[in-house]
């Protein structure tokens, strides 16, 4: 699980709840609680979602959502670099096709598929158009899910809003039995409540994070492609690794200078495409 994704809502939830136990205890909960409110905003944000995306589409909400609450590994770029410098070293002395059984030990299927095109002699063009190619679909795929998620936090603060519309039209045409007032205006203000904190507190922090860590992806592939067209050169291992260095930062940079010195320990070339995409 993304602990820093679990920590944010637990302690919102609690920040919220704590401030209405502070302020009238736990019998202030009562007023939030409103079906009718909740039939209109979440109800409504639904039914909107279905309304802009197809069928198949919305149900993969449920996949996208899973892939934010679990944990994101990341990947160690440092030994992404490492890689390419052991790879390029081996092709300079033996040639491409001597890559054929570390190829084989490569988990992600982004930089196999790179460096198989390399081995099977394609020029760069081709190789750049390719991987560049997959890059633009895998974008394409994160898109949709982060607009989902977008599309969730404009419209239950607007379904927020229309349920407070309904609530105070309510409690207008029956203002003269004063015993109906409180109910409608709870239901007003309950539904302005649902809508804004889902709005804000769940759906656009959640697309944020589909963004940043789509962000955090495609810069991986970036790295990969660059190294792959390094490799596919004949380039010295100095140079890619001086090339490749360029996309790391300093603590990174850091890192890679201590493998290196310790005899590139921790380089291997098990090192894959990165995180699996979060709007797939």
Do not use: W
């Not at 959502?65 to 590994?73: A, G, I, N, P």
């Not at 809003?161 to 409180?182: H, K, N, W």
């Amino acid at each position: 699980m993304d602990i820093t994704t679990i920590v944010g809502l637990v302690v919102a939830l609690l920040l919220v709840g704590g401030s209405v136990v502070y302020a009238d205890g736990f019998a202030g909960f009562e007023a939030f609680v409103s079906a009718e409110a909740f039939m209109i905003v979440i109800g409504g944000t639904i039914c909107a979602l279905l309304i802009n995306y197809p069928l198949k589409t919305v149900i993969r909400v449920l996949t996208v959502l899973k892939k934010v609450f679990s944990e994101d590994k990341g990947e160690d770029t440092t030994k992404l670099v490492s890689t390419f410098v052991i790879l390029s070293t081996k092709a300079r002395q033996r040639g491409f096709l001597a890559l054929e059984e570390d190829v084989k030990k490569i988990e992600g299927d982004f930089l196999k598929r790179g460096v198989q095109l390399v081995i099977d002699g394609q020029d760069q063009e081709f190789i750049r158009t390719m991987l560049e190619t997959e890059i633009s679909f895998i974008k394409e795929r994160h898109k949709v899910g982060e607009g989902m998620f977008n599309a969730l936090g404009t419209y239950s603060p607007a379904l927020g809003i229309i349920g407070t519309v309904l609530g105070m039209i309510l409690m207008l045409r029956s203002i003269e039995d004063a015993a109906q007032v409180p109910k409608k205006m709870a239901l007003a203000l309950a539904a302005a409540f649902y809508g804004l904190g889902s709005g804000y507190l769940l759906f656009l922090p959640i697309a944020g994070k589909l963004k940043r860590r789509s962000e955090e992806e495609l810069q991986l592939k970036e790295i990969i492609i660059r190294g792959v067209l390094l490799l596919q050169s004949g380039a010295s291992p100095s140079v890619v690794e001086s090339n490749l260095r360029a996309y790391l930062e300093p603590s990174q940079r850091i890192i890679l200078a201590k493998n290196k010195a310790a005899g590139g320990s921790g380089a291997g070339t098990s090192q894959g495409a990165g995180p699996a995409a979060p709007g797939a």
